[in-house]
Structure formats: structure tokens, C-alpha cells
């Protein structure tokens, strides 16, 4: 994969899709994990569903779609809209298959800790992290190496799905 770039307003945006599927070891835990870098925009929300779509479809584990890609959309809007970075620090997700389901990660450089809060009946916003604790089994943000965070959400697959 390469760089997508498109004009907004007049401008020259460039998305990084930089994707590698890890086969560094068949031992490692992101083994077969598909890595993806991405610019700061909100249009990359959507291509990184798409890819994820993809990668879900390839492993045989559609059975997580919906979750998973709505699980995606509010980490990474999150890591676009509130990591507070240099412009030009791009977004990092991993998908990495697990027997039982899938794990997601978004690394961004912002040391800044998401918080799930209780929004406004009527705020359009801020219900994300809400919705991520619903649909996954288990999320948390851990340190990664370099600066900033890694926020990761588990899903397992559902009983009886292929």
C-alpha cells in the first residue's frame, strides 16, 4: 500500500496507508496482525474501516464486523480529533486476528488518556468510549514503545460462529 493523496478546500492532503501484514515470527503475538499508519484526517476513519472490513473477511471473522469496525471508528476518531500532537505524527492501527476473535489497536504520540465521560442528553458528542466498553469484552490503554499510547479493545467471536 502506498500514500493516498486527494484536495480538500484547496489544499494537498496525503493519507499514509502504510499496510504490512506481520510475519516477523509465527510466535509473536501481532503474527498475521495487519498494520496500518494514517494522516490526522476524519476521512481515514473510513478507509480504515474499509481495510479493516477486508482483513476481517480474509481471517474468516466477519462475525465481528459490525462491532468491530464501530469499535475502530471511536478509537480512532478519538486519536484524530483529541491527540493533541505535532500536525504531521501519523495514527498507527493494528488488527491482529486471535483464535477466539480479534484484538484492535490505535497508537497515537499523545500521552493524553481517553476518559469515558456522561455527556448531555442533547451533546452531539462523547458517547464513544461508551459504546466501545459495550461492544468489547475488555478495552484499556497501555504504554507502547516510542511516545505516546496504545488504546486496544478485545472481541470474541460469538458462540456457534464460523
Not at 11 to 39: A, Q
Not at 48 to 64: D, F, N
Request: charged share 20%.
Amino acid at each position: 500500500m502506498g500514500s493516498i493523496s486527494h484536495g480538500h478546500n484547496g489544499k494537498v492532503l496525503t493519507m499514509v496507508m502504510e499496510g504490512r501484514p506481520d510475519t516477523s515470527h509465527p510466535n509473536s503475538p501481532y503474527y498475521g496482525s495487519v498494520v496500518l499508519r494514517w494522516s490526522r484526517h476524519p476521512s481515514c476513519v473510513g478507509l480504515a474501516r474499509l481495510e479493516l472490513r477486508k482483513a476481517l473477511a480474509g481471517w474468516g471473522l466477519s462475525a465481528l464486523e459490525d462491532s468491530a469496525v464501530l469499535i475502530l471508528s471511536e478509537l480512532l476518531t478519538n486519536a484524530a480529533r483529541h491527540a493533541r500532537v505535532s500536525p504531521g505524527r501519523e495514527i498507527e492501527t493494528r488488527y491482529v486476528p486471535r483464535p477466539d476473535g480479534l484484538r484492535i489497536e490505535v497508537h497515537d504520540a499523545s500521552s493524553e488518556q481517553p476518559r469515558p465521560r456522561v455527556p448531555a442528553p442533547d451533546a452531539p458528542d462523547g458517547r464513544g468510549l461508551i459504546l466501545v466498553e459495550a461492544l468489547a469484552d475488555v478495552w484499556g490503554v497501555s504504554e507502547r514503545h516510542g511516545p505516546g499510547k496504545m488504546v486496544w479493545a478485545h472481541l470474541s467471536l460469538p458462540p456457534g460462529a464460523p
